[in-house]
């Protein structure tokens, strides 16, 4: 079985500063993990994903996630928002064909 | 042109009507999803195809069933709508490594 748990269900920046969307999970396999943006009223869109390869991954509009096994952690980052970011978050895990999301965090830019 | 299509993308309807939801796409994908989104709870796995002729229940099936006419179409229904059924809905396909899966637009079902 397994699970993923966003630590935070809504986080607030300002334009300019760095975010920080907190994801942990917990797996019985090697799993591999993603992260999607959901902007309103569209589906979702990968960001990026870890598959067991580089624990560094870069994804798309200056997003970024380091897998940590010890910490059983993917961080979701990005050094400096903008107001485009603005959306909601999900982490997802996935092994062995079982995909479970998180609950997602609501993130808020102001400027 | 949107890879994965949904039809229709919002719906009004009463307690005990039957419903169905289209979902087709054109990513020449044999893996087909439908998930049901509730606020605070993320995404949940009502049912997948792995193909034409393999379907299986997900995390939360009781209530709907689903048709893969085709590979290119997953079609999910529910039988007699009730409203803690409202929801937003997504269809999702992946290719048969499931490395990542591409959404719908999704359709949002009120059940009154």
């Known amino acids: 079985a397994q699970s993923v748990t966003q630590l935070d269900s809504h986080v607030s920046v300002s334009e300019g500063t760095p975010v920080l969307l907190r994801c942990n999970y917990s797996s019985s396999y090697s799993p591999s993990l993603f992260w999607y943006v959901q902007h309103p009223n569209k589906g979702l869109q990968l960001l990026l994903k870890y598959t067991s390869a580089a624990t560094l991954v870069k994804g798309i509009n200056g997003f970024e996630a380091e897998f940590k096994k010890s910490e059983t952690s993917f961080h979701l980052t990005k050094p400096s928002a903008h107001m485009s970011d603005a959306a909601e978050y999900f982490c997802v895990v996935s092994a062995s064909l079982d995909m479970r999301f998180g609950a997602g965090t609501r993130l808020t830019v102001k400027p | 042109d949107a890879d994965v299509t949904q039809t229709p993308r919002n719906r009004i309807t009463k307690t005990g009507k039957r419903i169905m939801l289209e979902c087709s796409q054109t990513?020449?994908?044999?893996?087909m999803y439908w998930y049901r989104q509730d606020p605070g709870l993320g995404l949940r796995l009502i049912y997948y195809?792995?193909?034409?002729?393999?379907?299986n229940k997900g995390e939360i099936s009781d209530g709907y069933s689903v048709s893969r006419q085709a590979q290119a179409k997953f079609s999910l229904s529910l039988e007699s709508a009730i409203p803690n059924q409202t929801a937003l809905y997504f269809c999702?396909?992946?290719?048969?490594?499931?490395?990542?899966?591409?959404f719908g637009p999704g359709t949002r079902l009120t059940v009154l």
């Open positions: 990513k020449g994908h044999d893996r």
């Open positions: 999702a396909t992946s290719d048969f490594l499931a490395s990542e899966q591409f």
């Open positions: 195809s792995f193909d034409v002729k393999d379907i």
